[in-house]
């Protein structure tokens, strides 16, 4: 009988809050990922925490931070307008009190750059980008000559990571976080012909050094790494593209870099079965829904399949769900706020705050 509620519960038929206190054993990780919110909204996404995240049975929360924090250490590198260290306490205290993991995420390696917009590391320390001859366009458009994206920095530059672990460190320190999200999805620049370091590597064992010299700066300091896992897959042998997974062969970095690392499956429109191939491979794996609630209720079913029906080794390896989000945080509180205070509302709805709600339903 329990075994049936369980399973019931994790297809949305019943709420979360319904489970038994054993949740946490059976269904580790029941997570949000959204960025940080601005500075004047940190009361209200406090809130958010102590009465939505706390009342759905959420207990992991993945901040995007980036440049939104005041830096002691790299200044220059803070956006105008940051989180200060009593903001953090808050949202910190918020998680606490409430059983939620924190877990400050800054986008390490690609995404350093958005649109027709370099990001701050780049912006200040050009010397660190993989492909500083292209040049950012006006008008951002995909695709386009330079197959730009998003902007990479050289992971093989001799002064990067003495810029970038004294910000995940402060960060950390800041958090009292115990892991950390490095992000790391989507590199399409990696391992350049025309990078003077770089030139002629595999760019499977490029980013297989980075996540390594990442996880151990990290373990240093008996933290955890969690990244995204698309650059893990293979996007030819598995038909899911160079969005979703890799065509630019650092899928072979899967067998190179520690296991103790946490992968976040990403998959949006379909629940594609990668999250068993993670755990096949060795690694502790949560599935991530975005704005599709039917993907995302497929997503918990298969995770908990994966468990229960898995041998005790495997089975433990699947941890549970991380919602996304990529809107703002002001943008989401306002969505989901309509959302559950609209009577007429669509489960089925495609967006942020349907998913939220379908995936953590605090009511039948």
Known sequence: ?????????????????????DLDAR?????????????????RFAKFIRHDLAARRVNTLILRVDFNFA??????????????????Q???????????????????LGHQSWANRT?????????????????????????????????SYCPLHPKVHEVVFALVDELCDAFQADAFHAGMDEVFYIGDDKCPRCSGKDKAELFAGEVRRI?????????????????????????LGEWEASLNNTHRAIDLIPKDIVICDWHYERA??????????????????????????????????????????????????????????NSFLDAYQRFIDDPGRDPAEKSEAACFVRTFASEP
């Open 27 to 43: 269904f580790p990780v029941r997570g949000l990922s959204i960025a940080a919110p601005p500075v004047a909204q940190v009361e």
């Open 215 to 239: 996880r151990n700066h990290l373990a240093s300091k008996n933290r955890q790494l969690w990244i995204w896992g698309d650059r893990l897959l293979d996007g030819n042998l598995t038909g």
């Open 119 to 151: 990001g701050n590391l780049l912006r200040v320390y050009p010397d660190f980008d993989e492909t500083p001859w292209v040049k950012m366009p006006e008008k951002y458009a995909w695709p386009n000559p330079d197959g730009l994206y998003c902007k």
């Open 1 to 21: 009988m329990q075994r049936f509620i369980f399973l019931c519960c994790l297809s949305a038929i019943v709420p979360w809050k319904a489970l038994s206190d």
């Open 71 to 88: 830096y002691e250490t790299h200044p220059e590198l803070r956006d105008y307008r940051a989180l200060s260290r009593r903001d953090v």
């Open 272 to 329: 594609e079965p990668t999250a068993a191939y993670f755990a096949l491979k060795g690694f502790n794996v949560v599935s991530c829904p975005w704005k599709n609630p039917s993907s995302a209720v497929q997503q918990v079913r298969d995770i908990v399949r994966l468990r229960d029906q898995s041998n005790r080794v495997l089975g433990t390896r699947a941890l549970g769900v991380v919602q996304t989000v990529w809107s703002g945080a």
């Open 90 to 108: 808050e949202l910190t205290r918020a998680c606490r009190d409430n059983g939620i993991r924190i877990i400050p995420q800054i986008n390490l």
